[in-house]
Nanobody, 123 residues
Framework: QVQLVESGGGLVQAGESLKLSCAGS????????MGWYRQAPGKTRELVAR???????VYADSVKGRFTISRDNAKKTVDLQMNNLKPTDTAVYYC?????????????????WGQGTQVTVSS
């Protein structure tokens, strides 16, 4: 069974930095795309950043120039370095892996999610 474990959330003041990490384990044959999503109070879930197997990245306009996503394929981890944090970054952050896995009937492509980690930025 595939499991993603997140770490690195917390409470910081505006202008400070945090680094989120996510580690995958279990029956993962390969990981296609890794990403970070967030959901703020009263808002829908939104993509923050994603990175492909080859290293191509996509960022939400609101975080461009401040956040950096990176991955380590050998370790099955993805990080999100968040600099110059703003109160509007306050949300629960979730990591996501799109994986190729071995299931009972053969191979399958599945999305897996972390448990979520709270990031709170005070003004």
């Amino acid at each position: 069974q595939v499991q993603l474990v997140e770490s690195g959330g917390g409470l910081v003041q505006a202008g400070e930095s945090l680094k989120l990490s996510c580690a995958g384990s279990g029956s993962i044959l390969s990981i296609n795309t890794m990403g970070w999503y967030r959901q703020a109070p009263g808002k829908t879930r939104e993509l923050v950043a994603r990175i492909t197997r080859g290293g191509t990245t996509v960022y939400a306009d609101s975080v461009k120039g401040r956040f950096t996503i990176s991955r380590d394929n050998a370790k099955k981890t993805v990080d999100l370095q968040m600099n110059n944090l703003k109160p509007t970054d306050t949300a629960v952050y979730y990591c996501n892996f799109n994986c190729n896995v071995n299931v009972g009937y053969g191979l399958a492509n599945r999305d897996y999610w972390g448990q979520g980690t709270q990031v709170t930025v005070s003004s």
